[in-house]
């Protein structure tokens, strides 16, 4: 892992494509990732993005945003204005592109520090999607920001497997994000599981049921779709497809995502989101949002 030290002219980026409908802006306080080489790195879409990777493998490269909060700070103003007048709202999704609790933010301490700056200058919604359990490091800044914006924390458990065969592990075991969530939501905080992008599940009446006592929520996600592509042809570039019908073949067609999602409606009933509806907070039985 290489790691580099970097400062960036902007931390907010404007949101396009499947972002449109979810938030208003996304922050990435690390450019690459850590985790990918791990399992949610193989089908990860932002490895096949050039302008990112400059030509390296993904998850063999860091960079460390040093400026985010003065970034962040400096935009504040401007980018909230333009939100709300042309989006309804400044809603930040943290983050698309990297992962915002590698272990390295033990160290530098980057997402934490745009946290608290936000507790300063609050974002009207905030999403924070991760794949690691040290989410729970930050529970204290997320328990203070969330008296001031909407905010929401996603955990992303893709499947109710340790292990595919041929794939690498997860960064951050089943259990440890299980953990997690129970561990945001006993805090007060909205906790929503991001079962994206869905990989074949074992017992899904255990997973569901099990999601169900952790969770407020959950979203389901398949990379048909859900990759940025209408047939999920990033993906399909990858190893994941073959490893996922090696499985369970059922489990590579949309209509699996489907299936799974009426299963959990049966345990968090008006709780079950699906694709970027589900991301943005809308609910399958409901068009309440939760926030
Ligand atoms: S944590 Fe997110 S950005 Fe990083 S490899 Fe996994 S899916 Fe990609």
């Given at each position: ?197 869905l ?22 996600d398949h990379f048909i779709g859900g990759?940025?592509?209408p047939l999920g ?17 059922r489990s590579v067609e949309l209509s699996y995502r489907d299936e ?14 699906v694709g ?16």
């Open positions: 892992m290489i790691t580099e030290f970097t400062e960036v002219k902007s931390i907010l980026t404007r949101t396009s494509g499947f972002l449109n409908d979810v938030c208003s802006h996304s922050l990435q306080p690390y450019r690459g990732c850590p985790l990918g080489a791990s399992l949610c790195g193989v089908g990860c879409y932002v490895q096949h993005n050039v302008y990112v990777t400059q030509g390296r493998a993904w998850g063999s490269f860091l960079e460390v945003r040093t400026n985010a909060v003065e970034a962040y700070r400096a935009a504040y103003e401007r980018e909230r204005s333009w939100a709300r007048e042309k989006r309804g709202g400044f809603v930040i999704f943290l983050s698309s592109a990297t992962e915002p609790f590698p272990h390295q933010e033990a160290r530098h301490q980057i997402t934490r520090s745009v946290l608290e700056a936000m507790c300063d200058l609050p974002p009207d919604g905030l999403i924070v999607q991760t794949h690691s359990h040290r989410v729970t490091d930050a529970i204290d800044s997320l328990k203070r920001l969330a008296t001031k914006s909407a905010l929401r924390v996603h955990v992303s458990i893709e499947t109710d497997r340790e292990r595919l065969p041929g794939l690498p592990p997860p960064a951050s075991s089943l259990t440890r994000r299980f953990e997690a969530a129970a561990a945001l939501k006993a805090a007060g905080l909205s906790t929503i599981i991001t079962v994206s992008p990989l074949p599940i074992e017992d899904p009446q255990q997973f569901f049921g099990r999601i169900a006592l952790v969770a407020d929520a959950v979203v389901l990759d940025g592509t042809s990033r993906t399909l570039k990858t190893r994941l497809p073959r490893a996922m019908s090696a499985i369970d073949p799974m999602a009426a299963i959990a409606e049966r345990y968090l009933p008006g709780r079950v989101g970027p509806d589900g991301f943005a907070g809308h609910w399958l039985r409901t068009t309440n949002r939760t926030q």
